[in-house]
C-alpha cells in the first residue's frame, strides 16, 4: 500500500473527541447514498454525480476512497461518532509532494448531523495528524458562497488568506474560491467573524428592511453605482462592470464573516425592491466602524438614508456591541449631511482637503458620530 514520509497510510485511523476518522467500508454506502440525495448537498461538491445513484455510492466506499491512501497522496475517511459508529459524513485531505507543505482538506456532513461542529472537530484532527508528517499548512477551500464551509474553517482555528480568481469550475463556470489556512506554528483557537450578524431576516422599521447584500442584489446595486449623481459624488469618476458588482455580492456575506466590510441592502418593505446601500468598515481601533451608504434613484426623497442610518445605529450600538459610529460627506454634499442628522449623527469636525473628486481635487470632509450612551 502507499507510503507518505514512510508512513503507511493503509488503515490510518484519527480519533478526535467525539468523533472516529476510519477508512470507508462496503457497508458505509447506504448512509453515503442517504447523505447525498439532498441537492444543496452536492451543490458545492464538484466531483459528486448528479443525480446520485447507489451505484456512485458503492463505488465511492469500494473504490475511489482507497486510491489516494495506495498511491501515499492523502486519506479519505469516514467521519464516525466514537459512541455508536454512526456515519456523520466524510473528510479528506490531499498531502503535498515535492517541496510543496500545504495540504488540502475538504468534508461533507450529513444533513441530520449538521450544526453540531462535526465538520470543524474533524478538520482540527486533520491537521493536527498532518502537521506530525511534515506538513506546514493546511489548507481549506471553498465558493465565497458556501457560509457553511467557511463557518466550519474559521471554527476549526483556519484564518481567512484571501481568494483565489477563476480556480474551480462548476455547472460549467468558472468560480472564485475562498482560502483559510492554519499553519504549523497556529493554535487551534476558533478564529472570530469579523463583523456581529444582523437579526434572522435583518433589521426593520415597518418602511424599510436592513439585510445582508445577497448575490440577486447585483442587477439593482449596479444601477446605483453607476447613476450621474452616484459618480459625481464618487472619488474616481468611473462606473462599476457588471463583472466587478456581480463579485461584489458574491462575496458580501463572506466578507462579512471575515473582511474588512460589511455591505447591506436597504430595502423597500412595500415592494421588497433594493432601495439602496450601507456599509460598516473598520477604521482601525476597537469597536470603532465608520459608515457609507447611498440610494438608488428611484427612491431618493424618502428618508430612506435617515431610517436606515437609525436602524443601523440601533443594532451596531446594542447587539453589536460598537463604541462609536463615524461617517462624512464631502463639504458640498448637503443632502448627505441632512441625513446624517437626521439619522441621529452628531457633527464631529472637518477634515481639509481628504476626500477625492474624480477630477482629481480634494473636497473637504464634513464629519459626523454618534456614541454609545455608555461611552459619553
Not at 497510510?9 to 447514498?33: N, S
Amino acid at each position: 500500500m502507499g507510503q507518505y514520509e514512510a508512513i503507511e497510510l493503509d488503515g490510518v485511523q484519527l480519533t478526535g473527541e467525539r468523533i472516529l476518522l476510519r477508512p470507508w467500508v462496503p457497508g458505509d454506502a447506504k448512509a453515503v447514498h442517504e447523505a447525498l440525495q439532498p441537492d444543496s448537498m452536492r451543490r458545492h461538491l464538484a466531483e459528486v454525480p448528479s443525480p446520485y445513484t447507489m451505484d456512485d455510492a458503492t463505488a465511492f466506499v469500494a473504490d475511489f476512497s482507497h486510491r489516494s491512501r495506495a498511491a501515499g497522496t492523502g486519506l479519505e475517511v469516514a467521519i464516525t461518532r466514537r459512541d455508536t459508529g454512526d456515519v456523520l459524513g466524510s473528510a479528506a485531505i490531499r498531502l503535498p509532494l515535492g517541496q510543496l507543505r500545504s495540504a488540502d482538506i475538504g468534508y461533507w456532513v450529513s444533513p441530520s448531523a449538521q450544526g453540531n461542529g462535526y465538520a470543524a472537530e474533524a478538520v482540527r484532527v486533520l491537521s493536527d495528524w498532518a502537521f506530525t508528517v511534515g506538513v506546514q499548512r493546511a489548507e481549506v477551500r471553498c465558493e465565497p458562497t458556501n457560509l457553511a464551509s467557511a463557518r466550519t474553517a474559521l471554527n476549526a482555528g483556519h484564518a481567512f488568506e484571501g481568494y483565489r480568481r477563476d480556480e474551480i469550475r462548476v455547472g460549467g463556470q468558472a468560480r472564485d474560491t475562498a482560502v483559510f489556512v492554519r499553519t504549523v506554528a497556529d493554535g487551534q483557537p476558533a478564529v472570530p467573524h469579523a463583523f456581529p450578524g444582523l437579526p434572522a431576516g435583518g433589521r426593520s422599521d415597518g418602511v424599510i428592511t436592513l439585510r445582508p447584500i445577497l448575490p440577486g442584489d447585483a442587477a439593482a446595486i449596479l444601477e446605483l453605482e453607476n447613476d450621474d449623481l452616484t459618480v459625481d459624488v464618487g472619488f474616481t469618476g468611473a462606473r462599476s462592470s457588471d463583472a466587478e458588482i456581480a463579485r461584489m455580492c458574491e462575496r458580501a456575506a463572506l466578507d462579512w464573516l471575515v473582511g474588512g466590510v460589511a455591505r447591506m441592502s436597504l430595502l423597500d418593505n412595500e415592494t421588497g425592491a433594493v432601495a439602496g446601500t450601507m456599509q460598516l468598515r473598520k477604521v482601525g481601533p476597537p469597536q470603532i466602524v465608520g459608515i457609507g451608504y447611498a440610494v438608488h434613484p428611484a427612491f431618493r426623497g424618502r428618508g430612506y438614508t435617515a431610517r436606515g442610518l437609525r436602524l443601523l445605529a440601533e443594532w451596531a450600538l446594542t447587539e453589536g456591541g460598537y463604541a462609536r459610529l463615524e461617517l462624512g460627506a464631502k463639504h458640498d454634499n448637503i443632502a448627505s449631511q441632512r441625513a446624517a442628522l437626521s439619522g441621529g449623527f452628531e457633527p464631529d469636525g472637518v477634515r481639509r482637503a481628504r476626500l477625492r473628486n474624480p477630477d482629481g481635487t480634494f473636497s473637504d470632509e464634513v464629519r459626523f458620530a454618534l456614541v454609545a450612551p455608555q461611552y459619553r
